[in-house]
């Protein structure tokens, strides 16, 4: 049902992706005249003719390649469903991508992509601190395979990738490196430019090697990592792009060869979202320049507050950055805005951090991010606690470490909330 020819402009004039947002890939004559598209809750589709029903398997199961003139005819609700083809329409459109699939989850959506383009003896390299479950992911499950992971810290410059890649011949077998940026929970940078460049040098005839972005922390709007030389943008639409805290969802994003592979592998793993959370994310898109823009403008006040303040040690926050910083060239060349995410040290350790997370009285103690309402929790212990206290310390996650998700509430309360609870450290 998805039709991606709709019109991107108004005769000379291009549109833009918060109007698209509103109507692209769906029309309203599809679904007796409703201007929002129905949820498509059904398992399974009826073909008109058996002739019918053969083209699509044809083409669905790579029997065949798809005809210009042809689109993938809807079969079952595993290979794809009216919601889920027009949200993917709408995910392309702030990254300029070509093509989009969307998971059950952002860990079903590295993970896919991972189990589709590595292989045993292959090397990923990848840049710490990652979010936990990516980290679980590379050093503990990837190896069971034969996939060598290799991390490079954040932050470092492209030297320190280098230097991760010069051991034995790992350059030789490097087919993926994969990269969170900003790092969660520390906020450093990763060149994504650089990352581009040391993948083409290492690529060959027969062996392509791959840029994968997590741009979670900033979300489609401030920074596009398609723009700048990768391959493939992954995201946890749980967080920004959801925005409600009210679903669980991801997404790749990138060229249509690639996603396609992707989506092959998604089919047989039974990851896609459903009909129901595609509807949900449908909703949310239609926000998302408005929340994502009220939270980016209270975190400016929240960071400014923090940084000010005498029980606070450090305050991590891509505004801040000063020229003299290594991040601060990367940000101004890649990101847009310093985005919502703050990470802060109290003055301390584990139990004064504690404290503070126990007095918040408007901010939520709860994981995850990019919600409407503002959230706050502890690395150490919570999201980054299967990671080793030794790793812990080499990537800045210290026991003081506090991340904040800035919400859309007045800022002034924010800091009011953070100023009781902060005379508790």
């Known amino acids: 049902m998805s039709d991606k020819h709709d019109k991107k402009a108004i005769g000379d004039h291009r549109l833009s992706p918060e109007s698209l947002m509103m109507s692209y890939g769906y029309r309203p004559e599809w679904s007796e005249g409703a201007v929002k598209p129905p949820i498509f809750q059904t398992s399974t589709f009826a073909f008109r003719t058996a002739e019918e029903g053969k083209a699509f398997f044809e083409v669905a199961y790579g029997l065949r390649e798809k005809r210009n003139d042809e689109t993938l005819g809807l079969i079952y609700s595993r290979?794809?469903?009216?919601?889920?083809?027009?949200?993917?329409?709408?995910?392309?459109?702030?990254?300029?991508?070509?093509?989009?699939?969307?998971?059950?989850?952002g860990m079903a959506s590295i993970a896919t992509t991972a189990f589709t383009f590595l292989r045993p003896g292959q090397v990923l390299a990848f840049s710490e601190p990652v979010y936990g479950g990516t980290e679980y992911l590379f050093h503990t499950i990837l190896p069971e395979f034969g996939i060598e992971t290799v991390p490079f810290p954040a932050g470092a410059g492209r030297e320190a990738l280098d230097a991760a890649l010069a051991e034995g011949d790992r350059a030789e077998r490097l087919a993926m490196i994969y990269v969170e940026t900003p790092a969660n929970p520390t906020n450093r940078l990763v060149d994504i430019g650089a990352c581009a460049a040391v993948a083409r040098e290492h690529s060959t005839d027969d062996r392509r090697v791959l840029v994968a972005v997590d741009n979670t922390f900033l979300g489609p709007l401030w920074q596009h990592p398609l723009a700048h030389g990768a391959d493939l943008v992954l995201y946890s639409l749980t967080k920004f792009v959801g925005g409600h805290s009210d679903l669980i969802a991801g997404a790749v994003l990138g060229s249509e060869e690639l996603v396609t592979r992707v989506k092959a592998t998604r089919t047989f793993f039974g990851s896609m979202a459903g009909p129901w959370t595609g509807w949900l994310l449908l909703r949310s898109l239609e926000t998302l320049k408005l929340r994502m823009t009220s939270q980016m403008k209270n975190a400016r006040y929240v960071a400014d507050f923090l940084a000010e303040h005498p029980k606070v040690d450090t305050v991590h926050y891509l505004g801040h950055l000063s020229e003299d910083d290594p991040d601060h060239e990367v940000y101004r060349r890649q990101c847009l805005s310093p985005g919502s995410m703050i990470s802060f040290e109290v003055r301390g350790g584990e139990a004064e951090a504690f404290r503070v997370l126990n007095a918040l009285k408007l901010i939520k103690l709860a994981v995850s991010l990019g919600g409407t309402e503002s959230l706050a929790e502890h690395p150490a212990s919570m999201t980054h606690s299967d990671v080793p206290p030794p790793a812990q310390e080499r990537m800045g996650i210290t026991p003081a470490l506090i991340r904040l998700s800035v919400g859309v509430e007045n800022p002034q309360d924010l800091i009011a909330d953070l100023t009781q609870a902060l005379e508790f450290a």
């Open 79 to 105: 290979l794809n469903n009216p919601s889920l083809e027009i949200l993917e329409d709408r995910l392309t459109l702030w990254d300029g991508a070509e093509a989009a699939a969307a998971f059950e989850s």
